[in-house]
């Protein structure tokens, strides 16, 4: 066991015990801050897998955007009276069977299918690599994205605002 | 240029009015002056055209270009479509769209006024697109498919006016008689596609040529000919067929000019001309005997028509019996040649009766018009000019092409013995004249027939008179040869137009057009050496022979209108069967209407007897065998199939009441089976 | 316990959807349920750029990763702006209340 499997089950370990604990939770705001943990492993595994630049922007997106987000959802869509705000569940019981099947299959898809698997080195760094490649083979979709963002800002700006002007 | 580009052109020509339908159908009920974009498409697609034929015609006069991709692939079975561009298609194309381009001009002033001006302008559009796709085509499917859009767009010009009844009934009668034709032209076209694999023209024709024959057999490659030929008998109103022609003068005149003089019915023609090289000896008798038969009883029936319309109608129908019998005689050069010197004064002669019909408020009938003359000097030379030309008479173009069509008919006769084209040829040469200047004279000369109507009467406006000038000026000889008696050495008969060699086995063409005595006049020129020499031999009787014929028509129509020295009531009133005979169309209509009409209706009668009595009778004994069946049926019904059905009823309640379950009616559990199948779909189609 | 490699990965990544898929499943909260979107997605990022690092697809698994969270923020915005709005027609934000289609 290298410390490359170490740091790995390290950050697996904190997704995954996170992750679980946003789903389990009553209260949401810890569920909000569980998710924060859960994104930091996974920026970790990003960075374990190569993809520096991802693990940067999904700290720097998620973190620092759409987390502050869900907070705000949170925040002005309950009556605040302190941190306590319950979130009730419905259905578990049939959901946690439905959800155990689908977590063993999905598990055994994963272990037996026969993955093509010859691990490439990445570089070191790879920001100028997916520059290149954005603004050269996927130009067009970087792009669409940018005007896809204009409109999702200029939508959500609609749709929330208080009066019809 | 280079044949990149003018297939490009083509194209753009071919496509062009179509956007100008699609933008004016679409638009026109919005925008009100849209009819000015459909000229603008129309002016651009006619400068398109010059420029397109001028380089075809100086440039690649000897080559054919063409283009095509494949549409559909089956697995040995391609079906392409394409263009071919010859003489003959750049021609067409220029006579197609300079007449479209005049009419659509000339509808302007005509139709001034119409409430449904825009959609008007988009009909005349998808016509004119239809039109284009007949010429440019290089395979019989293509043609079948414009064919049938040509049909359509004439079904809804004839009929735009429908809130007339006879306008709607004469678009109906269209419509259907065309499609009997059709049915005939589809079979050929299986016919040989069922053979060849194919519908391109070229490939065809160079398997038959190989001696590839339908079935094996020539009586086949004959009947495909002929079933093929109904298509132009439908569509160029040939015998018996023609009925439709007439009755589609219900249309608005310049659409007259357009479809039902120039273009339209010139397809049958020119789909004939495509397939000239295959048709056998056999089939071209048979064509040549339609043909001449036609142009004789729609020369017969012009005679006595009163109104102005009917009889240039009438004469259209005689004038296309002309080139089709030409075809026959495989005179092949001189049927395009007075396709296209025709197109000009007929569209000439329509649009001047538009223009007089538009002068005296909507009357056609002949008694309320004459003595126009001196109210509508620049109309009334244009029609006579067209009128010297559809007459024969030297220095117009007429003369050329039908003198060239008599003369083949005479070289015919002499050829094959067949004397009867010749004859009803040079008859019909007589009569044409005779009713041309009929009415020419009932017209414009005399009295007027409706004083308060004449004095109204003005010369058109120049939308409507430049149209005239310019295609009366097209219909004198110099446009075609530069000499005025014969138009053999003329650029359009040496150099642009030249007759193909048939490729049907020897044993089945005519003897003239045997290739073994063929001369190679120049590269794709072969005709038989006999031939030939027959046509010199017979040309300067022929024109004598008409040029006199048409001398005499003219002189007995002015001794019996203009001067009045023969009685015109006493002579009918002396062959009165005869009058009536021509005056009621030979009771075709009527003998049509007894036969397949009432036919239809007697039989649907029979039919309807049989249904009610044998069919009827047969479903009622069977109900009644039924009904004691039934009762022994039901107590099985009551007893064992009622408690198998009771049983299942409680089983699927017990079923439906686990399933209800599922159904919540929360899309949260919707997901959750969505993304289990996707599981189940991924575990069981897994690569092992 | 293996060497680490792909299937560590997509195991984790196959947890985290269930996970997501969980929430999305049984919170009433609307925002609740947004976490779990965003869970769901994290998880087919992860496998992204495992393939792109163990399987043929080079760089390319990076570069939709990247897409996937620009979409997840835009998605983000306006799923919020949406609930805000829900919030006050309705003054609760619980998916199973809100069912005025229904009628």
């Known amino acids: 066991m290298n410390i490359y499997d170490i740091i790995f089950y390290l950050f697996a370990g904190i997704t995954i015990i996170s992750g679980f604990l946003v789903v389990s939770v009553k209260n949401i705001v810890h569920a909000a801050f569980y998710l924060l943990f859960t994104l930091f492993g996974i920026a970790g595994l990003y960075v374990l897998l190569g993809a520096d630049f991802i693990a940067i922007v999904q700290i720097m997106v998620y973190v620092g955007g759409i987390l502050i987000l869900i907070l705000f959802g949170v925040m002005l869509t309950n009556k605040i009276v302190d941190v306590e ?7 578990v019981i049939p959901a946690i069977i439905f959800i155990g099947i689908l977590m063993g299959g999905l598990v055994f898809l994963m272990v037996t299918t026969n993955w093509e698997n010859n691990e490439l080195i990445i570089p070191l760094t790879t920001t100028k690599i997916l520059g290149n490649i954005i603004l050269t083979d996927y130009i067009l979709i970087f792009e669409l994205l940018g005007i896809l963002l204009l409109i999702a800002l200029i939508g959500a700006a609609t749709i929330a605002r208080k009066d019809k002007v | 240029m280079t044949e990149t580009i003018l297939i490009n052109i083509a194209l753009v020509i071919l496509f062009l009015p179509l956007l100008g339908f699609a933008a004016t159908i679409n638009l026109g009920a919005k925008i009100k002056k849209m009819y000015y974009f459909e000229i603008f498409i129309i002016t651009a697609t006619l400068i398109l055209t010059i420029i397109a034929a001028f380089f075809k015609l100086s440039d690649f006069v ?5 283009s095509s991709f494949t549409w559909i692939a089956f697995d040995t079975v391609k079906i392409d479509l394409g263009i071919k561009i010859d003489n003959i298609t750049v021609i067409m194309l220029f006579v197609v769209n300079l007449i479209s381009f005049l009419v659509h001009l000339f509808s302007l002033e005509y139709m001034k006024g119409d409430k449904r001006f825009n959609r008007y302008f988009a009909y005349l559009g998808i016509f004119t697109f239809s039109m284009l796709g007949i010429v440019l085509t290089d395979n019989l499917l293509m043609m079948y498919i414009f064919w049938e859009l040509v049909g359509l767009s004439s079904y809804l010009l004839i009929g735009f006016w429908f809130e007339k009844k006879s306008a709607s009934d ?15 032209m589809f079979l050929g076209i299986l016919i040989l596609f069922a053979n060849y694999n194919t519908f391109n023209f070229d490939v065809i024709y160079s398997q038959i040529n190989l001696g590839i024959l339908p079935f094996d057999s020539t009586v086949w490659l004959t009947a495909a000919g002929i079933l093929l030929f109904m298509g132009a008998v439908g569509k160029s109103a040939q015998f018996p067929l023609h009925v439709w022609l007439p009755d589609a003068m219900e249309g608005p005149t310049p659409v007259s000019a357009l479809i039902h003089a120039a273009t339209m019915v010139a397809a049958g023609v020119y789909l004939c001309l495509r397939l000239f090289v295959m048709l056998t000896s056999d089939a071209m008798l048979v064509i040549a005997v339609v043909g001449a038969f036609t142009s004789f009883l729609a020369a017969t029936i012009a005679l006595t028509q009163t109104d102005i319309k009917r ?13 089709i019998m030409s075809i026959g005689i495989g005179a092949y050069a001189f049927a395009f040649f007075h396709l296209v010197t025709h197109a000009f004064f007929k569209a000439c002669l329509f649009l001047g009766s538009g223009s007089v019909i538009h002068a005296m408020h909507h009357s056609q009938e002949l008694e309320d018009l004459g003595g126009l003359r001196k109210k509508m000097p620049v109309t009334y030379l244009t029609f006579l000019i067209s009128t010297l030309a559809i007459s024969g008479i030297p220095l117009t173009s007429g003369f050329l092409s039908k003198d060239g069509i008599l003369a083949g008919t005479l070289a015919f006769g002499e050829l094959t013995g067949h004397w009867l084209i010749p004859i009803l040829g040079f008859t019909v040469a007589l009569l044409t004249a005779f009713y041309m200047f009929r009415l020419l004279i009932l017209t414009f000369h005399g009295k007027p027939g409706n004083q308060e109507k004449y004095n109204h009467a003005h010369e058109s406006k120049w939308v409507m008179a430049f149209p005239l000038v310019l295609l009366s000026m097209l219909s004198i000889f110099i446009f075609y040869t530069p000499n005025p008696i014969s138009a053999e050495s003329g650029w359009f008969l040496d150099k642009w137009i030249s007759t193909p060699e048939t490729v049907v086995p020897e044993s089945t063409r005519f003897e003239f057009m045997k290739s073994s005595d063929s001369e190679l006049v120049d590269a794709n020129f072969v005709h038989s050496k006999l031939y030939e020499e027959t046509m010199h031999h017979v040309h300067y009787p022929a024109m004598i022979l008409s040029v006199l014929l048409g001398g005499i028509g003219i002189l007995f129509a002015f001794l019996f209108y203009q001067w009045k020295k023969i009685n015109v009531d006493k002579l009918t009133n002396s062959i009165r069967p005869l009058y009536n005979l021509s005056k009621n169309k030979w009771y075709l209509d009527e003998i049509y209407n007894a036969t397949f009409i009432n036919g239809t209706l ?7 007897w049989f249904d009610q009595y044998i069919v009827d009778g047969i479903v009622n ?3 009644k065998i039924t ?7 039901k107590w099985i019904d009551t007893y064992i199939v009622d408690g198998l059905v009771n049983l299942t009823a409680i089983l699927s309640g017990i079923i439906g009441l686990a399933l209800r379950k599922l159904q919540t009616g929360k899309v949260q559990t919707y997901i959750v089976y969505v993304i289990l199948s996707l599981l189940i779909l991924l575990i069981v189609f897994k690569p092992v | 316990m293996a060497q680490v490699g792909l299937n560590h990965f997509l195991i984790v990544s196959a947890l985290l959807f269930s996970f997501g898929l969980f929430a999305v499943v049984t919170r009433k909260n609307a925002v609740m349920v947004l976490m779990g979107i965003e869970l769901i997605l994290n998880a087919s990022n992860i496998n992204f750029i495992a393939f792109s690092k163990f399987g043929n697809f080079a760089i390319d698994g990076q570069v939709i990763a990247l897409f ?4 997840a923020a835009a998605e983000a915005a306006i799923a919020l702006a949406i609930v805000l709005n829900i919030y006050k027609v309705f003054s609760n934000v619980n998916v199973d209340e809100i069912d005025n289609l229904k009628e």
């Open chain 1, 85 to 91: 705000i319950k979130s009730e569940s419905f259905q």
């Open chain 2, 62 to 66: 000897n080559t054919q270009i063409g």
């Open chain 2, 170 to 184: 004469a678009g109906k009668k269209a419509f259907l008689t065309n499609r009997i034709g059709d049915i005939g």
């Open chain 2, 311 to 323: 009889v240039l109608a009438y004469s259209t129908v005689s004038q296309l019996g002309y080139m």
């Open chain 2, 602 to 608: 007697a039989l649907s009668k029979i039919i309807s």
């Open chain 2, 621 to 623: 004994g069977t109900a």
């Open chain 2, 627 to 633: 009904k004691i069946y039934s009762t022994y049926i």
């Open chain 3, 68 to 71: 996937v969270i620009v979409l």
